[in-house]
């Protein structure tokens, strides 16, 4: 039984093959580093045989099994001992109380070995002030769904640029509504309507990929 | 409007062409916005919300000045699950439940207290848009059956008290009340129903919709399970959700008949609305499975009856245009949020009224000068044979500037003429 196989039943989001195998392998002992690094690369390769066309709800499944798989494996991983790619701050900005898209941003990052720190929803401007001064991170994610954040956005960037923060940190934003031209508008740095394309884009910036 | 009854008759003409793919007049722009005439009237979201004169006000202030062919105001959908419930009893009283926050306001959400929705004025803001999501969920994992075997008694007995806090014991004062209070407001219904609509219709107001048909999978995920379980149980019980989706469908059809009718007879509108949300976040292979099965059936139920389903494909349905040719053409108005409607188009044909084109971050972001540019484009690409409706993202234009709103209008009506 090779670690492929539990790469291949992540792409396949075969959840209970997954399961079984992630159990099977720390029951015979073997490194739980390696069983982490099989899962990730599964995650990583969701979507890639359909020319990397991916839809959310086989995203949710997805970060479903990464969860499970990790419930599992949590307790045998020693601290500091997985890679770490550095911090990651991210919030559904204020007025916006919707989770999905965030949460499974926040499910890949962790996936890819990123330190997340999840500011929720409904966020208030100075709340991601307070969190980079606070964490340090390399990387901010404002999240939201409707077109009621663009604002909220725009004034979330302005208060990181108040603050003087606006040079240390990349600001993406994520979610339906956004494009070319609100992240123009907002000030961030990149655009996403997509998880995994997010993930991609803030792998690029810490020099991941 | 002086000649309010012509033009009423000419926007119902126009949009009936387009709908039917042949030249109108003039293309007709309809849109669903409920924020952006109250910020453009003055007044807060919440008083959108809860203060049905002022939601009047607001209406025809909007239709006199932008005289659109066609828009629609809706508010909520809190109580819709109670009118469902009571369909199997008395399709009356059913109706007159579920509009009740449709159309009638936030009345309902404050008497129920439901877990789906946070309103402007109460939970959220009173500049902010009201928001869907459920915060308890109303369907356990092993209830499928219970919902395939004896659906109305399952709503009755397990969503309702599960959905409406005022209704968890249905022997409770407590819940006694609230269905008293439900009753009053169902009561004042007709009367505000003929205020607004005889009001609005002085302006040439018609409804982009004004009566309802949602399809199984998307109303499941709205109020039932919620958006990621759902997800999951495509996976873990793909047989317990299409089977679910079976038993709902007649049951949704009939109600977009039934509010269709009303429409009909109400304000002279044969579109009903069939919003679909599922699609953006679904593979071609789980639409094709989960979704579009039972969206053919209500459709094609509605088409026999005589009306025209407005299709609210939500989000982006680039990936799902092949199959939706299945539809029949010239018989459905399919109305794209951030579907490119030109690929639409050339995939689809021109046998189908294509509704859109305008993106919500353009009214908010962009300036005059390039709406104008961008709607000419449009018109360019899309108008030749009919078969194109102006429309923006839906319920997605809040933030809209007004100046580019107007510039959106202005162009329609001068340059969208055949």
New interface residues.
């Given amino acids: 039984m090779s670690f492929e196989a539990i790469t291949e039943a992540v792409k396949e989001?075969e959840?209970q093959k997954v399961l079984n195998l992630v159990k099977a392998k720390l029951n015979n002992g073997e490194d739980p580093i390696k069983v982490l690094d099989a899962l990730r690369l599964g995650m990583a390769e969701i979507g890639k045989d359909?020319g990397d066309?991916i839809?959310?709800?086989?995203l949710?499944?997805a970060g479903?099994i990464f969860n499970e798989a990790m419930e599992i494996l949590m307790p045998k991983l020693v601290s500091g001992s997985t890679k770490n790619l550095g911090k990651v701050v991210i919030g559904t900005v204020e007025?916006?109380?919707?989770?999905?898209g965030k949460d499974i941003t926040i499910n890949f990052l962790k996936a890819e070995g990123f330190d997340v720190i999840d500011l929720g929803v409904d966020v208030p401007p100075q709340k991601f002030v307070d969190a980079i001064k606070e964490h340090n991170p390399a990387v901010v994610g404002m999240s939201g769904l409707?077109?009621?954040s663009?604002?909220p956005m725009k004034k979330a960037v302005e208060a990181i640029g108040a603050a003087n923060l606006r040079n240390n940190v990349k600001v993406i934003i994520g979610g339906?509504?956004?494009?070319e031209?609100?992240c123009?508008?907002v000030g961030a740095d990149a655009w996403v309507?997509d998880a995994i394309d997010g993930v991609k884009i803030i792998k690029k910036w810490v020099g991941g990929a | 409007m002086d000649n309010a009854e012509e033009l009423i008759k000419s926007k119902v003409e126009r949009l009936e062409n387009a709908a039917a793919v042949k030249e109108p007049d003039r293309v007709p722009i309809g849109i669903a916005t409920t924020y952006f005439p109250a910020k453009y009237a003055g007044v807060s979201y919440k008083d959108m919300w809860y203060d049905n004169s002022k939601y009047i006000e607001v209406g025809t202030k909007f239709a006199r000045d932008f005289n659109w062919d066609a828009v629609s105001l809706h508010r909520s959908f809190e109580s819709v699950p109670l009118g469902l419930a009571l369909a199997g009893t008395d399709a009356d009283l059913a109706i007159g439940a579920a509009v009740s926050s449709v159309l009638g306001g936030g009345a309902s959400h404050d008497i129920l207290g439901d877990v789906y929705s946070?309103n402007p004025g109460r939970e959220?803001?009173d500049n902010?848009?009201s928001?869907w999501?459920i915060k308890k969920l109303v369907m356990k994992d092993d209830e499928y059956d219970l919902l395939i075997e004896k659906p109305f008694d399952f709503l009755m007995g397990t969503v309702i008290p599960r959905a409406y806090k005022n209704l968890a014991n249905m022997n409770s004062p407590t819940a006694v009340a609230a269905l008293l209070k439900m009753g009053q407001e169902i009561a004042k219904f007709p009367a505000f129903l003929m205020d607004f609509v005889g009001k609005m219709k002085k302006e040439a107001w018609i409804p982009w919709y004004y009566a309802l048909a949602p399809n199984p999978l998307d109303f499941i995920g709205a109020f039932f399970r919620d958006?990621?379980t759902l997800?999951?149980d495509?996976?873990?019980m793909p047989e317990k959700v299409k089977k679910a989706c079976e038993t709902l469908a007649p049951v949704l059809a009939a109600v977009g008949k039934l509010t269709g009718g009303i429409s009909r007879d109400v304000t002279g509108s044969r579109r009903v609305f069939c919003p679909i949300w599922?699609n953006?976040?679904?593979?071609p292979e789980?639409f094709k499975e989960f979704h579009f099965p039972y969206i053919k059936q209500i459709v094609n139920e509605l088409i026999e009856a005589g009306f025209t389903p407005l299709m609210s494909f939500q989000?982006?349905s680039d990936?799902l245009l092949e199959q939706l040719k299945e539809l029949p053409e010239g018989k459905v108005i399919m109305w794209f949020d951030?579907t490119d409607l030109v690929k639409a188009r050339e995939i689809m044909g021109d046998k189908y009224c294509l509704a859109g084109g305008i993106?919500?971050?353009?009214l908010?972001?962009?300036t005059p000068d390039k709406v104008r540019e961008h709607t000419k484009k449009l018109i360019d690409n899309l108008k030749s044979g009919g078969g194109l409706i102006v429309s923006t993202?839906f319920n997605?234009?809040?933030?809209a500037k007004i100046e580019n709103v107007r510039a959106l209008t202005e162009t329609v009506m001068d340059y969208g003429k055949y």
């Fill in positions: 989001l959840e359909s066309t839809f959310l709800t086989d949710i499944m479903e007025g916006d109380i919707h989770n999905i409707l077109t009621l663009i604002e339906e509504r956004t494009d031209e609100v123009k508008y309507n | 946070s959220l803001g902010i848009e928001q999501t958006f990621d997800s999951l495509l996976y873990r599922y953006t976040y679904l593979s789980k989000g982006r990936h951030k993106p919500s971050s353009l908010i972001s962009g993202e997605g234009m809040g933030d």
